[in-house]
């Protein structure tokens, strides 16, 4: 893994989440990792909106609005995880994207072509089977 990956919503997810024992020790230390300066790691604005979102509607226990706050504000304020957005022209691209690999979702082709506008092409995921579809992506999965 080199020093500068983009971290999918999955991945942070994990590192809060109680009831994933084996995924949350190996995505916290990731984070971790990140917030002491180890390497750094990207997130668009999606991935945390996601974040927010998962952590309090869609965990086994999720937890209050205010300590998801807490934690995307953590993110949001750090100077060692890079923050990037999208454009429409992203979201062209996207669409474009999700025609091509019959995707369900605008979700994950727009958070590969926020990376591939930015010049990031490792992505830290454990869904191999979606953004392996999409060209100009290298997926790394930490759970291997």
Known sequence: ?????????????????????????VCK???EDIFKGERTGI??????AELFNVLTRHMHS???????????NEFANSQKWKKINYTTGTIRAAIATSKIINSQSIWDPLIAETM????IIELVTENEKDF?????????????
């Not at 997130?43 to 945390?48: E, K, R, T």
């Not at 591939?116 to 010049?119: M, T």
């Not at 392996?132 to 291997?144: L, M």
């Open 43 to 48: 997130v668009s604005n999606q991935v945390l």
């Open 116 to 119: 591939k506008e930015n010049g």
């Open 1 to 25: 893994m080199k020093d500068s990956c983009f971290y999918d919503t999955s991945i942070l997810v994990y590192a809060y989440d109680e009831s994933e024992k084996n995924k949350r020790e």
């Open 62 to 72: 999720p937890i209050s609005k205010d300590d998801a706050g807490q934690i995307i």
């Open 132 to 144: 392996n579809k999409i060209q100009g992506i290298k997926v790394i999965n930490p759970f291997k």
């Open 29 to 31: 230390k990731l984070v």
